[in-house]
């Protein structure tokens, strides 16, 4: 059994940059790790994606200012928001799956509680 708990989530500045750690228990090593998003009012997203191997994959609004990225030894996710914009706010969760295909189109089997990230002007 996979358990992922999310930190880092809270206030910030337009502008400024965010980092999101996602702590994986149980073997994550065959797994898909992604981040997705909820924006209020809307459905979930996926934003980013990671393979076990190391590749990282945006979704297109994504591309240029986030970073995803895992480190094996310690079995950690980390998402960073560059530039943090208002319409960044949201909920942010982290989330794996056995397949890519499965992630991306919004179904990973294991899901983190959430971290809400609010951003100000």
């Known amino acids: 059994q996979v358990q992922l708990v999310e930190s880092g989530g809270g206030s910030a500045q337009a502008g400024m940059s965010l980092i999101l750690s996602c702590a994986a228990s149980?073997?994550?090593?065959?797994?898909?790790m992604g981040w997705f998003r909820q924006l209020t009012g809307k459905e979930r997203e996926a934003v980013a994606g990671?393979?076990?191997?190391?590749?990282?994959t945006y979704a297109a609004f994504a591309k240029g200012r986030f970073k995803i990225s895992k480190d094996n030894a310690k079995n950690i996710l980390t998402f960073q928001v560059n530039v943090l914009k208002p319409e960044d706010t949201a909920m942010y969760y982290c989330?794996?799956?056995?397949?890519?295909?499965?992630?991306?189109?919004?179904?990973?089997?294991?899901w983190g509680q959430g971290t809400q990230v609010t951003v100000s002007t």
């Open positions: 989330t794996a799956d056995p397949s890519s295909y499965t992630l991306w189109h919004g179904r990973p089997k294991y």
């Open positions: 149980g073997d994550t090593s065959g797994l898909y």
């Open positions: 990671i393979a076990s191997g190391g590749t990282p």
